[in-house]
C-alpha cells in the first residue's frame, strides 16, 4: 500500500493573529467514531455542529480516475482552481502558490493512491505534504458564503460533470 512519507498531522484554523490547531488524528477519530474530542468537540460545540454529520463529510468519498484527475490538474482550468483552493488552503505560513499548488496536487493524487481511486478528507490529509496544513478562516467564510452551504458545496462536488468525463476517459 501507498503510504506518502509526510502527512498533515494538525490543522491551523487561522485569523489574523489567532491560531488554534486541530490534530488530524482527533479528525480520524471523529471520521471513524462519529464523536468529537479535544478542541474539535468545543469548536463544533461552538459552531452548533453535529459530530456525526461532520463525521459523514469527512468520510464524504468522491470517486475519481486517478489519471484523469492528474491530467485535469495539469490544464489551466485545474490551475485556476487549485490556485483559488490554495488562497485557502496551505502549507503553515506559506501561502505562495509556488508551494501551495504543488502541496494541493501532491495531497489530491496521493489520496487517491491511499485511497484506491476514492479520495475523501481524510486521506487528503493522510497524504497532505507539509506537518501543518493551515486553513485561512476568512477566506475559507468568503467561500462558503458563495456556496449556500457545506452539503451544497459536497453536493456540487459529489454531483459533478466530471462523472460524465469518468465513464468516457478512464
Known sequence: CFQPLNAAEDIALVSGAFIRSISVADLEYLAETGKARGL?????????????????????????????????????????????????????RVPEPSVSVPALRAGVINGLQIGDGGLNMIKFLEAYPADVMEINLPALMAAIEKAESIAGLVKFFSDSPLDGLKESGQ
Do not use: C, F, H
Not at 42 to 57: S, T
Not at 61 to 90: F, H, N
Open 40 to 92: 474539535l468537540s468545543d469548536l463544533l460545540r461552538l459552531g452548533q455542529q453535529d459530530p456525526e454529520n461532520v463525521a459523514k463529510l469527512l468520510n464524504q468519498e468522491l470517486d475519481v480516475p486517478l489519471v484523469l484527475t492528474s491530467r485535469l490538474m495539469s490544464t489551466k482550468i485545474g490551475d485556476v482552481i487549485l490556485r483559488r483552493v490554495a488562497q485557502i488552503i496551505y502549507p503553515l
